[in-house]
């Protein structure tokens, strides 16, 4: 089956600075990859996604870029706030009608004022 | 707020005990899937329903089982509890295929 590593799994930057979170997965089979957000006692919140058939997006401080024969993806906030401040979770889903997805272990980002 | 309801928030319950765990999916949404997130093992996939069907299983216990009814809401149930089984459940819903998930805010359970 599908598994998903991710680094770092703490990672603390100043406010204003960018943030990068690197995931890799093993089944090429993969073609979607998500990215949640988790703030204490709530549930994991998409913040971003993509498709296979896709190098990079981005939305607003958000990007995420994704490397299909090297099997890896990656978040990068920039310009970062005090309330990015959570745990992130990158996911890879198999696709073919449904999204078993596979979770990473999470990154803790604590940015500091 | 995703739109997905999760009840209860808390659950505390002893060894041996069965419970049952609420969803409502967004509204529109066919697909429900169950979550479990624990220290350890992180966001695990246990089981998949689309329009009252199962579609998929992950890593489910023999002692859990779900259902979808026909107004889509879902519930799992959790019997013979073992300490082990403490966690926080999560329930999420998508439109149905290829469409992204939306996670609710789950059940805390805590087995003594």
Redesign the interface.
Known sequence: GENVEQHPSTLSVQEGDSAVIKCTYSDSASN?F?W?KQEL??????II?IRSNVGEKKDQRIAVTLNKTAKHFSLHITETQPEDSAVY?C?AGE?A??????????TKLSVIP | DSGVTQTPKHLITATGQRVTLRCSPRSGDLSVYWYQQSLDQGLQFLIQYYNGEERAKGNILERFSAQQFPDLHSELNLSSLELGDSALYFCASSVGRNSPLHFGNGTRLTVT
């Open positions: 979607y998500p949640y006692g709530k549930g994991p919140q998409l996604d979770f996911a696709g009608g449904s999204y078993q997805l596979t979770f990473g272990k999470g």
